[in-house]
């Protein structure tokens, strides 16, 4: 069989869908699947192996405003599927369907469709990277009528929606389960699908440095670079790139910002954006400035969308349990990092998350 370049693929149809588990490539000394750190039962992935083997179609959806994380891990197992025959097609549920500027570099494009082109029932629908059917968007309508829906996942909030779930919230990313999918799967990787994965992976670690990076996240990215990926090519696209607009609005963010009792926030009308163009996904790094602060043990940014409503992003440093704050309005996340959506006013909002700040387990 033969991959969309004309080149050999990588993956065997073959064995997928026979009731049991496909036979694995060499990947280690015995063959042995990489590890990962996660504790998914392997009935879950045999169950999964069988829906997927089974589906003639498969939809494929992440999160609204996807990050490097949700695109990654779809675009990896999208490419994977569709070199098993798979008719495969993926999207995200945003109004505005387009792929934010600093994901452009990910190969696997190909496969989007707008929400509006997936099917309203499908036979079989993946989710990447979404904690509620509400992270779906649009797409929160043809998952709940979907037959059968995998949910992967590495949120602590997750609500288990679909019909068969690969959550693990001790994992780092969400690649690093579509990486255990793809082997399964009898695939392996190359540089397209390393590169997407990889972008989750550095995405959701923060480039190594959160609490989240263990052996196997780092064994996971040795394995990835050894496909000839560029490090830096990846880094310099997710980091080090911004449109003149979004300096004058970072500018405006930070002398607009707060301290207070061990608290550091700003927020970003989207009236500052609009003097620029700046589109919304621009401002996906700025809670990474500001939480930077070293009299703060939270940060807060808030963010207002293109129809009017403050996507509000946290981050701690270990002692407050944000996910949990957020995920008493309306959100969720992990311990470290989480956000929620409000569409008070920004005075409402910081008054509503004082109030669970304060009786935060932890408080600084």
């Known amino acids: 069989m033969r991959d969309r370049t004309g080149r050999p693929s990588r993956v065997d149809p073959g064995s997928v869908g026979q009731g ?58 999208g490419s994977v599927l569709r070199a098993l025959g798979k008719r495969v097609i993926a999207s995200f549920g945003d109004r505005q369907f387009a792929v934010p500027r600093l994901l452009h570099f990910l190969p696997g494009q190909d496969l989007l469709v707008p929400p ?17 059917p509400d992270r779906l968007g649009l797409l929160g309508a043809n998952t709940a009528k979907a037959h ?7 949120h602590l909030s997750n609500t288990g929606f679909g019909t068969l779930s690969l959550i693990d919230p001790h994992v780092a990313a969400t690649a690093v389960l579509a990486e255990q999918l793809i082997y399964r799967l009898g695939g392996s990787l190359d540089r397209d699908i390393a590169t997407c994965l990889y972008a989750g992976l550095v995405t959701d670690t923060g480039s190594f440095r959160y609490s989240s990076t263990t052996p196997e996240v780092h064994q996971m990215a040795a394995r990835l670079v050894a496909t000839g990926l560029r490090t830096d090519e990846i880094a310099r696209e997710l980091w080090d790139r911004s449109p003149f607009g979004y300096l004058k609005v970072l500018a405006a963010a930070l002398d607009r910002v707060s301290l207070e009792d061990h608290l550091v926030w700003t927020y970003v009308p989207r ?24 009299e703060a043990e939270v940060a807060a940014v808030l963010k207002e969308d293109d129809h009017g409503a403050w996507q509000v992003s946290t981050r ?37 998350f004082r109030a669970l700040l304060a009786n935060a387990d932890g408080e600084a």
Do not use: Q
Request: proline fraction near 8%.
């Open 148 to 154: 059968e829906v995998i949910v992967i996942d590495h």
């Open 116 to 132: 509006a082109d997936v099917p309203a029932e499908p036979e079989l629908m993946i989710t990447f990277d979404s904690s509620t």
């Open 20 to 77: 049991r588990p496909p036979a694995l490539p060499p990947i280690g000394p015995e063959g042995a699947l990489p590890p990962s750190g996660s504790v998914i039962p392997e009935a879950a992935w045999r169950r999964a192996l069988d829906l997927i083997g089974k589906a003639d179609e498969i939809a494929l959806a992440c999160h609204v405003s996807p990050d490097g994380d949700a695109l990654g891990s779809m675009l990896a197992t």
């Open 316 to 352: 701690s440093k270990g002692a407050v349990d944000v996910g949990s704050i957020c995920a008493a309005l309306g959100g969720g996340g992990h311990h470290n990092a989480a956000g929620f959506t409000s569409h008070g006013s920004v005075e409402d909002i910081m008054a509503a």
């Open 271 to 294: 009236v500052d954006r609009a003097a620029y163009g700046l589109p919304y996904a621009e401002l996906e790094g700025l809670i990474d400035i500001v939480r930077r602060t070293d």
